[in-house]
């Protein structure tokens, strides 16, 4: 891997392409009625999964770019399940009560601030509405600093399988200057608590680029986070823009490293997961090789949705809270990103949809080829147009950039097949904005 093409090209700007269209692109245009109409069409006997955002937390990272509310009492959780209940009612409504349910997560925020006894309480009611298959994967995001034993116990007796973990730097220096103490003793008991009550597949979150944060310091970061040996790593590269991000305006700019700084982070990381036993999984995974993310690489199952890679193979994901994305055959939707506007919509009795897009052909053709490239670092343009009957030449004629691309040896393109170089895995962004038809407008 070459420093000064990671330099170029990987600027924390462009989108990440969990979805496309991404959601700068959504508009008003589509609503709640369009939502609706979408959700009363969805198959009778097609699994769907649910996302559940739970936008609370005890304190603010001030690297967070989630939409999120700090609190220290209970109340406004409380006030926000009950909305949360009241949307679940109406998706079912409209969805058919009882649609199959094979994938659930929990985001956030921090969303075991539920409490034991709530989470029970909204994990029954859930199922009362919707069809759980015995197999279901539940996942939940974990902040060690407030997880407590008896939530490792909720999750556990409610089928809970899976725990992301929020790590991003074991260095006290980089915690400080990001306002996330967590101690590796801290860390370590979560992982005790959920293997313990059988939770037993771990993911943890690293983020390299943060302030003070050194070379050095993320290879010790994923040497002390491999010796807890998660199932799955996700690595993620800081962007700081604190115009659109007011918490990351907390952060002094002054401390933050460069770009070339940055590309040997990256890399450092990388190569110490990878010597440690972890596969690398598209852009910015690492799973260790019999994890459902590695097996679904090799057979060529590996998806990418908008929480990121996924084995998850469901067409329609429903989301449910403040700004949760959904995706259905259609298009997708986002709702009101406020609590206050989200709760407004939830108890006049309608959907709380403020934006979405309807998918054209040429979006459907786009997205395949992106998710493709993000997934596989490859992908057989010829052969997904030939799916959705539409000609190649409009997607390989037109791309100017995929030239430059070529010229620079990021990427191969030979009959329409374009294959990313494996040293150049984390600029595959720059290979997927070239196929981004609201790119140059945004």
Request: hydrophobic residues 40%; proline residues 5%.
């Given at each position: 891997?070459?420093?000064s093409?990671?330099?170029?090209?990987?600027?924390?700007?462009?989108?990440?392409?969990?979805?496309?269209?991404?959601?700068?692109?959504?508009?008003?245009?589509?609503?709640?009625?369009?939502?609706?109409?979408?959700?009363?069409?969805?198959?009778?006997?097609?699994?769907?999964?649910?996302?559940?955002?739970?936008p609370?937390?005890?304190?603010?990272?001030?690297?967070?770019g989630?939409?999120?509310?700090v609190?220290?009492?209970?109340?406004?959780?409380?006030?926000?399940?009950?909305?949360?209940?009241?949307?679940?009612?109406?998706?079912?409504?409209?969805?058919?009560?009882?649609?199959?349910?094979?994938?659930?997560?929990?985001?956030?925020?921090?969303p075991?601030?539920?409490?034991?006894?709530?989470?029970?309480?909204?994990?029954?009611?859930?199922?009362?509405?919707?069809?759980?298959?015995?197999?279901?994967?539940?996942?939940?995001?974990?902040?060690?600093?407030?997880?407590t034993?008896?939530?490792?116990?909720?999750?556990?007796?409610?089928?809970?399988?899976?725990?992301?973990?929020?790590?991003?730097?074991?260095?006290?220096?980089?915690?400080?200057?990001?306002?996330?103490?967590?101690?590796?003793?801290?860390?370590?008991?979560?992982?005790?608590?959920?293997?313990?009550?059988?939770?037993?597949?771990?993911?943890?979150?690293?983020?390299?680029?943060?302030?003070?944060q050194?070379?050095?310091?993320?290879?010790?970061?994923?040497?002390?986070?491999?010796?807890?040996?998660?199932?799955?790593?996700?690595?993620?590269?800081?962007?700081?823009?604190?115009?659109?991000?007011?918490?990351?305006?907390?952060i002094?700019?002054?401390?933050?490293?460069?770009?070339?700084?940055?590309?040997?982070?990256?890399?450092?990381?990388?190569?110490?997961?990878?010597?440690?036993?972890?596969?690398?999984?598209?852009?910015?995974?690492?799973?260790?090789?019999?994890?459902?993310?590695?097996?679904?690489?090799?057979?060529?199952?590996?998806?990418?949705?908008?929480?990121?890679?996924?084995?998850d193979?469901?067409?329609?994901?429903?989301?449910?809270?403040?700004?949760?994305?959904?995706?259905?055959?259609?298009?997708y939707?986002?709702?009101?990103?406020?609590?206050?506007?989200?709760?407004?919509?939830?108890?006049?009795?309608?959907?709380?949809?403020?934006?979405?897009?309807?998918?054209?052909?040429?979006?459907?053709?786009?997205?395949?080829?992106i998710?493709?490239?993000?997934?596989?670092?490859?992908?057989?343009?010829?052969?997904?147009?030939?799916?959705?009957?539409?000609?190649?030449?409009?997607?390989l004629?037109?791309?100017?950039?995929?030239?430059?691309?070529?010229?620079?040896?990021?990427?191969?393109?030979?009959?329409?097949?374009?294959?990313?170089?494996?040293e150049?895995?984390?600029?595959?962004?720059?290979?997927?904005?070239?196929?981004?038809?609201?790119?140059?407008?945004?």
């Amino acid at each position: 891997m070459h420093t000064s093409i990671l330099t170029k090209y990987r600027d924390p700007r462009p989108p990440w392409y969990t979805i496309y269209p991404t959601v700068p692109d959504f508009s008003a245009a589509v609503g709640a009625d369009d939502y609706e109409e979408w959700l009363r069409g969805l198959p009778a006997d097609e699994s769907v999964s649910l996302y559940f955002h739970i936008p609370f937390c005890r304190s603010m990272c001030w690297y967070c770019g989630f939409p999120t509310a700090v609190t220290r009492r209970n109340g406004p959780i409380l006030n926000y399940l009950a909305v949360l209940r009241q949307e679940i009612s109406l998706v079912s409504e409209q969805a058919r009560q009882g649609l199959p349910v094979s994938d659930v997560h929990f985001g956030g925020g921090t969303p075991h601030l539920i409490g034991p006894a709530e989470y029970l309480a909204l994990m029954e009611f859930l199922r009362r509405h919707f069809a759980f298959s015995k197999t279901a994967a539940i996942a939940v995001e974990i902040d060690p600093r407030t997880f407590t034993p008896e939530m490792a116990e909720a999750l556990a007796a409610t089928g809970v399988n899976r725990a992301s973990i929020g790590v991003q730097s074991f260095d006290p220096d980089v915690q400080k200057a990001i306002n996330r103490i967590q101690s590796k003793v801290q860390t370590a008991a979560a992982v005790e608590n959920l293997r313990r009550h059988g939770v037993g597949h771990i993911n943890f979150d690293l983020i390299f680029g943060l302030p003070k944060q050194t070379v050095q310091s993320c290879i010790q970061t994923a040497m002390a986070a491999v010796a807890m040996r998660p199932n799955r790593f996700a690595v993620f590269g800081y962007a700081h823009i604190p115009s659109v991000i007011k918490n990351q305006r907390l952060i002094e700019q002054a401390g933050l490293p460069d770009g070339d700084v940055r590309a040997e982070q990256a890399a450092a990381v990388a190569e110490t997961l990878v010597g440690a036993g972890y596969r690398e999984i598209g852009l910015d995974h690492f799973a260790l090789p019999d994890d459902e993310l590695a097996l679904a690489q090799k057979t060529g199952r590996l998806r990418r949705n908008s929480l990121g890679y996924s084995a998850d193979t469901c067409k329609t994901v429903i989301g449910f809270g403040a700004s949760a994305i959904g995706r259905v055959g259609e298009g997708y939707v986002q709702n009101e990103v406020t609590r206050d506007s989200y709760a407004r919509h939830i108890a006049s009795g309608r959907l709380a949809t403020s934006k979405g897009h309807r998918l054209t052909d040429d979006d459907r053709v786009r997205a395949a080829i992106i998710e493709r490239l993000m997934c596989d670092l490859e992908a057989d343009v010829p052969t997904i147009c030939a799916a959705h009957e539409i000609e190649p030449a409009r997607f390989l004629d037109s791309v100017e950039r995929l030239v430059t691309l070529a010229e620079e040896g990021i990427v191969d393109v030979e009959n329409g097949f374009i294959r990313v170089r494996p040293e150049h895995r984390f600029v595959v962004r720059a290979v997927a904005a070239a196929f981004d038809a609201f790119l140059a407008n945004r």
